[in-house]
Each structure stands twice: as structure tokens, then as C-alpha cells.
């Protein structure tokens, strides 16, 4: 296990590894507080599991038609943003069921992902790490735009953070303050999007909704005020995500599984402990 320590001052990819488990962690857990908070964990699942259907497309265009700009991050971050619009819509405006709608949208992106990088000539297992994760793969690049968006995202937290809190817990009295609900909430969406997009290296596509809303759940074991769960996340995930980095590079394990692995584990614990002490 201390391999990973040895090795972390001479090996740049692990370096980039470690800020980017701590930008991540940042970006999950400001942003999963909301998501728990507002209880639209649903969406953001839907939206993760959509990115698919944008990485997909953005392959095949590139594989079938040299079009080398669309790459599948670019496609991830369109299908993302698109997302957040068609749904946030859907549930502000439509009559239907939001549920029933969502999951549609959620099994189309899906579908419309494994059509494309089947139809894509030269299909290539790098498409994998997006499902999957694979922390130790992130480019330079990724890393200033994940930092970016991490600077970006703490601004608007500290900036909106009462309009923010006050629509996730009680629309009608927000409303009454004059809180524009809406704006709100389809920001809310457009940097669950966001983070989704920048955390699938990490985590993968299948399992960055876990990073959203584990860590968020073991903080609410521990406090009430969301200020000290929105820190408490950040630090749960940071811990976990370098956890499941070290134990996979010692055993050669995918380290977004082992991540959410701890998380799984430290969540049933809390629960299965908090409903004993009920019982009591």
C-alpha cells in the first residue's frame, strides 16, 4: 500500500491523480448537497447515465466522419448541458409524470451511447474508462478545467448560498422572499451536469452518482446544518477517492469501484448502526 506514497514525488500522472481526487471531491460534494437536499437524486442519475449517449455520437462522428474536434469529453459536456435543459423543462413545465419522463430520457441517452460506439468503426476500449473511471488516465488539460470549474463553483456557492439553501428546503417560503425558483433550479441543474461530466474519469460514468450522493449521506449521520455537511462531503469524498487510489494501484484494481465500495460499506454501517440505536 505505501508503493503509492513512494512512487507519488516522482510520478506526474499520480500527482494529477491526487488534485484531481481533491477537485472532484470539491465539485461532488458542494454540488451532491444540493442534489440530496433538493431530492433530485433521480435526475442527476438520469443525467449521468445520458453522458453515454453524447460520448457515443461524438465517437462515431469522429471515427466515421474525421470530424477529430468532437471529442467524446465535448460530447459528454454537450449530451450534459442538453440534459439539464430538456429535463429542467420537463419538470417545470410538462404535465407528465417527471419520473416516467426522466427515465425515459435516461434509457435513450443509454440506448442512443451503445448504438453509436457499436456503429463506430475502430472502436477502441478507451471508451471504457468513461463508464468505469480511471483516475490515473487524467490529462493536464482535464485538470485546469476541473480546477476551473472547482473556482467557479465555490464562487457561486458562497455567492448564492442562502437563495440556494432556502429553494432546496422550502420553495414556497423562498418564493415569498421573492427567490427566483426557477433560475435556481435550473442552475442547480446545468452544475450537476457539469460536475457529472468533469467527475466520469474519475469514477465513471456508472457510479459518479454514487460520488454525488454517498458522501453526502455518511455526512448526514454526523450533522444537520448544510454549511458543515457540505464541508464534511467534501472531506468524506476526498478520503475515499484517495483510498480507492492507493488500494488500486497497489492490487491493479479500478479505483472508481473500489471508491464507491468504501462509501457502499461506511453507509450501511452508519444506517444499519442508526437503526439500532432507534431500537434502543
Same mark, same amino acid.
Given at each position: 500500500?505505501?508503493?503509492?506514497?513512494? #512512487?507519488?514525488?516522482?510520478?506526474?500522472?499520480?500527482?494529477?491523480?491526487?488534485?484531481?481526487?481533491?477537485?472532484?471531491?470539491?465539485?461532488?460534494?458542494?454540488?451532491?448537497?444540493?442534489?440530496?437536499? &433538493? &431530492?433530485?437524486?433521480?435526475?442527476?442519475?438520469?443525467?449521468?447515465?445520458?453522458?453515454?449517449?453524447?460520448?457515443?455520437?461524438?465517437?462515431?462522428?469522429?471515427?466515421?466522419?474525421?470530424?477529430?474536434?468532437?471529442?467524446?469529453?465535448?460530447?459528454?459536456?454537450?449530451?450534459?448541458? +442538453?440534459?439539464?435543459?430538456?429535463?429542467?423543462?420537463?419538470?417545470?413545465?410538462?404535465?407528465?409524470?417527471?419520473?416516467?419522463?426522466?427515465?425515459?430520457?435516461?434509457?435513450?441517452?443509454?440506448?442512443?451511447?451503445?448504438?453509436?460506439?457499436?456503429?463506430?468503426?475502430?472502436?477502441?476500449?478507451?471508451?471504457?474508462?468513461?463508464?468505469?473511471?480511471?483516475?490515473?488516465?487524467?490529462?493536464?488539460?482535464?485538470?485546469?478545467?476541473?480546477?476551473?470549474?472547482?473556482?467557479?463553483?465555490?464562487?457561486?456557492?458562497?455567492?448564492?448560498?442562502?437563495?440556494?439553501?432556502?429553494?432546496?428546503? #422550502?420553495?414556497?417560503?423562498?418564493?415569498?422572499?421573492?427567490?427566483?425558483?426557477?433560475?435556481?433550479?435550473?442552475?442547480?441543474?446545468?452544475?450537476?451536469? +457539469?460536475?457529472?461530466?468533469?467527475?466520469?474519469?474519475?469514477?465513471?460514468?456508472?457510479?459518479?452518482?454514487?460520488?454525488?450522493?454517498?458522501?453526502?449521506?455518511?455526512?448526514?449521520?454526523?450533522?444537520? &446544518?448544510?454549511?458543515?455537511?457540505?464541508?464534511?462531503?467534501?472531506?468524506?469524498?476526498?478520503?475515499?477517492?484517495?483510498?480507492?487510489?492507493?488500494?488500486?494501484?497497489?492490487?491493479?484494481?479500478?479505483?472508481?469501484?473500489?471508491?464507491?465500495?468504501?462509501?457502499?460499506?461506511?453507509?450501511?454501517? +452508519?444506517?444499519?448502526?442508526?437503526?439500532? &440505536?432507534?431500537?434502543?
Amino acid at each position: 500500500m505505501l508503493a503509492f506514497f513512494y #512512487d507519488l514525488p516522482e510520478l506526474v500522472f499520480l500527482q494529477n491523480a491526487l488534485i484531481a481526487s481533491l477537485l472532484c471531491s470539491v465539485t461532488s460534494g458542494i454540488v451532491g448537497t444540493y442534489v440530496v437536499l &433538493r &431530492r433530485i437524486s433521480y435526475i442527476a442519475a438520469a443525467m449521468a447515465h445520458s453522458l453515454l449517449g453524447g460520448i457515443g455520437v461524438a465517437k462515431y462522428l469522429s471515427s466515421a466522419y474525421g470530424i477529430k474536434w468532437m471529442t467524446p469529453q465535448l460530447g459528454a459536456l454537450i449530451a450534459g448541458l +442538453l440534459s439539464a435543459a430538456v429535463i429542467g423543462w420537463i419538470t417545470l413545465k410538462s404535465k407528465e409524470r417527471a419520473d416516467t419522463v426522466i427515465s425515459a430520457f435516461w434509457a435513450a441517452g443509454m440506448s442512443i451511447g451503445i448504438i453509436a460506439i457499436h456503429a463506430a468503426p475502430g472502436y477502441s476500449e478507451d471508451l471504457m474508462s468513461y463508464l468505469f473511471g480511471n483516475i490515473l488516465m487524467v490529462s493536464n488539460e482535464r485538470l485546469w478545467l476541473l480546477g476551473i470549474f472547482s473556482l467557479i463553483l465555490v464562487a457561486l456557492t458562497i455567492l448564492f448560498y442562502r437563495q440556494t439553501v432556502s429553494v432546496s428546503f #422550502d420553495e414556497e417560503f423562498a418564493m415569498s422572499r421573492g427567490v427566483k425558483i426557477e433560475f435556481y433550479y435550473m442552475m442547480l441543474l446545468v452544475l450537476t451536469a +457539469l460536475t457529472v461530466v468533469f467527475s466520469i474519469e474519475a469514477v465513471g460514468i456508472l457510479m459518479v452518482f454514487s460520488l454525488l450522493t454517498l458522501p453526502v449521506a455518511i455526512a448526514s449521520h454526523f450533522f444537520n &446544518r448544510v454549511w458543515k455537511i457540505m464541508l464534511a462531503s467534501v472531506l468524506i469524498g476526498f478520503v475515499s477517492t484517495v483510498s480507492g487510489l492507493v488500494v488500486s494501484y497497489a492490487l491493479n484494481i479500478p479505483s472508481g469501484a473500489f471508491t464507491i465500495l468504501i462509501l457502499s460499506s461506511a453507509y450501511f454501517f +452508519l444506517s444499519i448502526l442508526a437503526i439500532l &440505536r432507534k431500537g434502543k
